[in-house]
C-alpha cells in the first residue's frame, strides 16, 4: 500500500498543509476584525479550515481511523466546495465576502475544485484490499 511518508502522499499531505494554515489564518483574521461584515462567509472560512486541518491529519496518518477521517474530511470538502462555488457563482450577493470555497475556489487557482479529487483518488488508489 502507498503511503503519504513519501512521494506524492508526501506531496498532497504538504498541500492540505498548506491550506490547513491558509484557511486558519485567513478566517481567524476575518472573524476578529470584521465577523460583522460577512458573519456566514467567514464561518464557512473557519468550517474549511477545520475541514482542511482534519483531512490533513487524517491523510498524514497510518490506519483505519485517521483513514475514516481523510475519507470523510475530503468528502465533505468536496460537497462544500461544490455547493458554496455553486451558490457563489448562482447569487453572489449571497456571501459579501469571498471563502476559500467561492467561486469553486476561484481565488486560489480553483485548487480547492480539484484538491478533493486528487485527495478521493489517493486514498481510493491506497485503500487496503483483502
Known amino acids: 500500500m502507498s503511503s503519504t511518508r513519501s512521494g506524492a502522499g508526501r ?27 460577512a458573519p456566514l462567509a ?3 472560512s473557519a ?22 477521517l481523510a475519507w470523510a474530511a ?7 466546495v461544490l455547493t458554496v462555488g455553486t451558490l457563489t457563482v448562482l447569487d453572489p450577493e449571497l456571501f459579501p465576502d469571498q471563502t476559500v470555497w467561492s467561486a469553486y475556489g476561484a481565488g486560489y487557482g480553483w485548487l480547492p475544485l480539484v484538491l478533493p479529487f486528487v485527495g478521493l483518488a489517493w ?8
Request: aromatic share 8%; proline share 4%.
Open 11 to 37: 506531496a498532497l499531505v504538504a498541500v492540505y498543509g498548506v491550506f490547513a494554515l491558509a484557511a486558519t489564518a485567513r478566517s481567524l483574521v476575518q472573524l476578529a476584525t470584521k465577523a460583522d461584515e
Open 42 to 44: 467567514y464561518a464557512l
Open 47 to 68: 468550517l474549511a479550515a477545520l475541514v482542511y486541518v482534519a483531512a490533513t491529519l487524517g491523510l498524514a496518518e497510518v490506519g483505519p481511523a485517521p483513514r475514516r
Open 74 to 80: 475530503v468528502g465533505f470538502e468536496l460537497v462544500g
Open 123 to 130: 486514498l481510493w488508489r491506497t485503500r487496503p484490499r483483502g
